[in-house]
């Protein structure tokens, strides 16, 4: 269960991402084949696939504070010494963490309006809280994730390891 739940945590982000990407190629292959060839379209695959694109942003934003990929400015912090260093991670995580936060507590509303008036997406028949659904659930991975992250530069600091190697930092090393 634990390999499970490991596997999970290091491969979510990824793995919807994946299906949601796929799912907008398909949607838009197939609409511009039914539109060019058969004449006529769907109408729901232009909603969706913007729906889905929203998703995928909202989950790629997690999978990136997880490896502390967002785009950053790091010269100066880098030729401070390593406990100063520290201390500005942890403020930039603990600062995302707020954000995160409020965007989380001022989505609430609306997306309890959309569930209480039952709004319903223009293309298709789905609710429209299935689509704004997607900013809670991705800013709370974020701070899921930034909070991981956090865990992972303390233990790097206390363990004399390098501190704060992005994907982009590791691809240029």
């Not at 008036?117 to 974020?142: H, K, N, R, T, Y």
């Not at 956090?150 to 992005?166: C, F």
Request: charged share 15%.
């Amino acid at each position: 269960m634990r390999h499970y739940l490991r596997l999970l945590d290091q491969y979510l982000e990824d793995a919807f991402s994946a299906i949601l990407y796929i799912y907008i190629i398909a949607i838009i292959f197939a609409e511009v084949v039914g539109r060019y060839v058969f004449k006529s379209s769907m109408l729901f695959a232009y909603e969706t696939a913007i729906y889905a694109f929203i998703w995928l942003s909202y989950l790629s934003m997690a999978a990136m504070a997880r490896n502390r990929a967002h785009l950053a400015v790091t010269f100066l912090r880098d030729m401070m010494p390593r406990s100063i260093q520290l201390v500005l991670l942890l403020l930039s995580d603990v600062l995302l963490i707020v954000l995160a936060s409020v965007v989380v507590v001022f989505i609430r509303q609306p997306l309890a309006d959309a569930i209480d008036f039952e709004q319903m997406m223009v293309g298709i028949d789905l609710p429209f809280w299935i689509a704004l659904l997607s900013v809670p659930v991705g800013w709370s991975l974020v701070v899921l994730r930034t909070i991981q992250r956090s865990i992972a530069t303390i233990s790097d600091y206390r363990n004399g390891r390098a501190l704060a190697l992005t994907t982009a930092a590791a691809a240029a090393n």
